[in-house]
């Protein structure tokens, strides 16, 4: 079946520091790949995507490379803020399945 | 507002209680989902509609008992539950076949 490994944190930074989590997975066929950030108190919000291999997501200054040969969709920033701190959800959609597949989430905390 | 709405955002009930949750989307999606995130775990994909046709039951004990009466809408019946069945429950809407997932603000719920 599906499955999403991703770092659990929490991860603290300093504002301005670079930001990488890790996250792996592991699919049957050719899945689409996602970032989901959730704040405190809210729902999901989709933060970037890739569909097929070398594609790159990005959004909001983060980014994404779905690497097919290393089964890897890490999520970097190059400078990152306080308004940044939020649990953060890797994910894919594949294998004939109609719903996501979650990693466990990585709270990332940025201190001022 | 995420375009998907969820009520209610908070709810404790009893062991011996029955409820409901509600979901609302008019943002044309036909597809619409069901997701509990628990603490310390991956979000859990409960159940799945596509254009009102459930086409995923993952395994959820029949105290929750889902409805969709049209794509607009989705409920969540709840009865007789247990305190480990204490999450937030979020829902979430696709077009049917394409990537994007947009989530709800979820419901606390806490069972006592």
């Known amino acids: 079946g599906n499955s999403v490994t991703q770092m659990e944190g929490p991860v603290t930074l300093s504002e301005e520091a670079f930001l990488t989590i890790n996250c792996t997975y592991t699919a049957t066929g050719y899945p689409s790949l996602f970032w989901y950030v959730q704040y405190p108190g809210e729902g999901l919000q989709l933060l970037l995507k890739?569909?097929?291999?070398?594609d790159k997501g990005s959004n909001k200054g983060f980014e994404a490379t779905y690497r097919k040969e290393t089964t890897s969709f890490h999520l970097e920033k190059g400078s990152v803020q306080v308004s940044d701190s939020a649990v953060y959800f890797c994910?894919?959609?594949?294998?004939?399945?109609?719903?996501?597949?979650f990693g466990k989430g990585t709270h990332l905390i940025i201190q001022p | 507002e995420t375009g998907v709405t969820q009520t209610p955002r908070h709810l404790v009930m009893g062991m011996t209680n029955k409820k409901s949750l509600k979901c609302e989307q008019h943002l044309g999606h036909n597809a619409m989902y069901w997701y509990k995130q628990s603490a310390k775990k991956p979000l859990e994909l409960m159940f799945v509609y596509n254009f009102k046709e459930q086409t995923e039951n993952n395994s959820v004990p029949s105290r929750f008992s889902p409805e969709c009466p049209n794509s607009s809408h989705l409920f969540l019946h709840l009865h007789t539950l247990q305190p480990e069945d204490s999450a937030l429950y979020l829902c979430?809407?696709?077009?049917?076949?394409?990537?994007?997932?947009?989530f709800g603000s979820g419901t606390r719920l806490t069972v006592v």
């Open positions: 994910a894919l959609r594949g294998g004939g399945a109609d719903g996501l597949t």
């Open positions: 890739a569909t097929k291999a070398d």
């Open positions: 979430a809407s696709s077009p049917r076949d394409l990537y994007g997932y947009t």
